[in-house]
């Protein structure tokens, strides 16, 4: 049997984030949660995350997009996959033209609005997670 998957949830919306979590440790997932940007990239760098559920407007903005971007340029961090799960179109009326994560927008795998369908939670979590261990074994 192999280890359980960990997962990092960062969002300033400390109901959100609980219930997210219990979706997530419900489903078998070992979950964390930070409620800033700054105490998430801590959690972040002492590493063994397979997954990040980040929210993009968080602080004194969209921190989460701050984060993401930076992220993607740790050579270490870019692997794990991350899922943006946030309010951002309800909050700015944002509209992504034409798909669901415009690609200039922000560097991360998924896009998912708020309120979540838990088992369309748990669906992407599963995919993103696939995908990222078919990627390192195929590097590997």
């Not at 609980?18 to 990239?41: F, K, M, Q």
């Not at 708020?114 to 590997?140: G, T």
């Amino acid at each position: 049997m192999s280890d359980p998957k960990r997962l990092l949830i960062i969002d300033d919306d400390p109901d959100f984030a609980g219930a997210i979590r219990s979706i997530l440790i419900d489903a078998g997932y070992e979950t964390d949660v930070e409620y800033n940007p700054d105490d998430g990239w801590h959690a972040l760098e002492k590493g063994g995350y397979d997954l990040l559920l980040l929210d993009i407007m968080m602080g004194r903005g969209a921190e989460g997009v701050m984060m993401a971007r930076k992220i993607r340029k740790d050579p270490v961090m870019r692997e794990m996959p991350v899922l943006i799960i946030t309010g951002i179109r309800e909050q700015i009326a944002f509209l992504f033209p034409g798909q669901a994560i415009h690609p200039g927008f922000v560097p991360v795998d998924e896009l998912m609005e708020k309120p979540v369908d838990p088992d369309l939670l748990l669906d992407r979590v599963r995919s993103l997670i696939a995908a990222a261990e078919a990627r390192h074994s195929k590097a590997d």
